[in-house]
């Protein structure tokens, strides 16, 4: 083997994981968690009611 074949290797290697996170993350195994963790910026704000009234 030479540098070239190990170079190959790690570039085959390198791909197989990004495919892999690839597949993990648009699973739909997760697709809750990542809809609840998407939310979680807004989770401190308080819910705004629209009553027809003004805000002044």
């Known amino acids: 083997m030479d540098k070239g074949d190990l170079l190959g290797i790690a570039t085959l290697l390198a791909m197989a994981a990004f495919i892999g996170v690839c ?3 648009w699973s739909d195994k997760r697709k809750q968690r990542f809809d ?8 401190d ?12």
């Open 36 to 43: 609840e963790a998407a939310q979680l910026p807004f989770a």
């Open 23 to 25: 597949v993990w993350a």
């Open 45 to 56: 704000e308080p819910e705004r009611t629209s009553k027809g009234g003004s805000d002044d």
